[in-house]
């Protein structure tokens, strides 16, 4: 049933207006009781609404002298702005809660709850306000200062100290040094190494630990005076030469102990070697297996038979090759050419070698064969054959035409083997340096004694494999 308002009539009231006026009083009021005088009470016991006063912080629920028995409340009691609230039976204060001005625990300080000894027995607090005792022990004294909260903890058993052998002590109690005086440092020597990382120092060979006898050496024992180990070479070797050096060719170097040099028979040497027997010794001998002597014939004179020999032609025809001063080829009487420089006009055909810049006829158009060596310049150009070698100005061999390939750098888009490209072979970088001075970048030959193949790279020769 809702709310029932009452108004009030004009006078005179009649008794039909007052009695639905306290009809609408009791449907208001399902139960009221209160107190009247001495005779009565008002029950709140069934409030079925909030209970709040009319004015804020100005009513009192009892009075010093008239106190409520208990307080029921089911969650929260707000006393200003902290709420004290409950889980289960237990109270929750808020932060900062004092009692008696002093905070309940401070969460800005720590304490300990557990006492640890040498990480293995514990000491633990069984309620807030336990007591941790300090008991003095075998040669220990305890002494506490209550007005500094201090414990002051004694020794009372080692009083002093005596220095040993090779040790010094600076007092025989209280603080007391205890010096080394024996080994103070241990340096790392030659082979040796040392760890000062803990209190043990390891000292550690890392030189030679052992010596065993090889090839040609014994090795004595220890003299147990000195320490010594002895070292003898049973097979001492002697003098010996590791390079050999042949004039105009690259020089032969030893690359190793067992490295061989072998002696190959030229055109008119014989070489044996005789092997110690009796009381010979190990030798070459190389023999002269061509001339032998030289007869002086009709027209020439001879200013010896062997070594160095000055032939001098008088008159008459001259059988034979033919050499200038220098040395220098300029006949070839085996095989019946000029090999020498020739200043004249060549008319026909040109077998053997042309050395120099061709000029005249054969500047233009040559027709004919040309058989042997062409070192120089050709200009114009050649119909026909061309049989040997091509040189360049530096002398390069170009075009081998002995063994039919071509041996000079060839600068081409591409180039396209038909079975199989031949680099130039040599013994070692001595021999490479010798046969190419000064070698073009991108060069490319073989090192026999490496067993690789080297590229110039503008400044070194280095292996490509």
């Known amino acids: 049933m809702s709310r029932q308002s009452i108004t009030s009539g004009k006078a005179p009231i009649v008794w039909s207006t007052v009695e639905d006026a306290f009809t609408k009083i009791n449907a208001n009021f399902t139960e009221l009781y209160a107190s009247i005088g001495e005779t009565g009470s008002i029950g709140f016991d069934a409030l079925e609404s909030n209970l709040i006063p009319a004015n804020n912080d100005t009513y ?22 902290a709420a004290i609230t409950n889980e289960g039976l237990t109270i929750n204060l808020p932060s900062g809660t004092t009692v008696g001005g002093n905070l309940i ?48 903890i004694t020794n009372t058993g080692v009083t002093s100290l005596v220095a040993g052998t090779a040790m010094t002590v600076s007092a025989s109690t209280g603080v007391v040094t ?38 040609g050496i014994s090795v004595g024992a220890r003299d147990a005076t000195t320490g010594k180990v002895i070292v003898t070479n049973t097979a001492p070797a002697g003098n010996a030469y590791r390079i050999f050096a042949t004039a105009g060719e690259p020089s032969l170097t030893a690359r190793s102990t067992a490295d061989t040099i072998t002696l190959i028979e030229g055109s008119g040497i014989n070489i044996t070697n005789t092997v110690a027997s009796g009381g010979l010794t190990n030798r070459i001998t190389l023999d002269n297996t061509g001339v032998l002597s030289l007869t002086a014939g009709n027209g020439v004179t001879l200013s010896g038979s062997t070594g160095n020999i000055t032939v001098s032609v008088d008159s008459g025809d001259f059988r034979g090759s ?63 054959d061309m049989t040997g070698s091509v040189f360049g100005d530096n002398s390069t061999m170009l075009i ?21 490209i031949q680099t130039a072979v040599y013994v070692d970088l001595t021999a490479i340096a010798a046969a190419l001075p000064t070698p073009s970048k ?4 073989f090192d026999d004694g490496t067993n690789q193949f080297r590229g ?7 292996a490509l494999n």
């Open 105 to 152: 625990i401070d969460p800005d300080k720590a304490f300990f709850k557990e006492f640890s000894v040498n990480s293995n027995t514990s000491v633990v607090a069984d309620q807030f306000n336990d007591v941790l005792d300090f008991n003095a022990g075998t040669g220990i004294q305890l002494t506490v200062t209550s007005t500094n909260d201090q414990i002051n």
């Open 178 to 215: 205890v010096n080394n005086a024996g080994v103070t440092a241990i340096t790392a020597g030659l082979g040796m190494s040392r760890n000062t990382a803990t209190g043990t120092v390891t000292i550690v060979n890392e030189g030679i630990v052992d010596v065993d006898a090889g090839n």
């Open 400 to 420: 081998d035409g002995t063994n039919s390939r071509i041996v000079g750098p060839v600068e081409s888009a591409s180039v396209v083997a038909s079975s199989y």
């Open 60 to 81: 009192d629920l009892g009075s010093p002298q008239k106190k409520w028995a208990n307080l029921y409340l089911s969650d929260t009691l707000m006393i200003g702005g």
């Open 322 to 384: 033919l050499f200038a001063d220098d040395s220098t080829m300029l006949v070839d009487g085996t095989s019946g050419r000029i090999v020498g420089p020739v200043f004249a006009n060549v008319t026909g055909d040109v077998t053997g070698n042309v050395t120099g810049t061709l000029t005249g006829n054969s500047a233009g158009t040559h027709t004919g064969a040309v058989v042997g060596n062409v070192t120089g310049n050709l200009t114009g150009y050649q119909t026909g």
């Open 442 to 445: 991108g060069m490319i030959v």
């Open 456 to 462: 110039y790279d503008g400044s070194s020769w280095v």
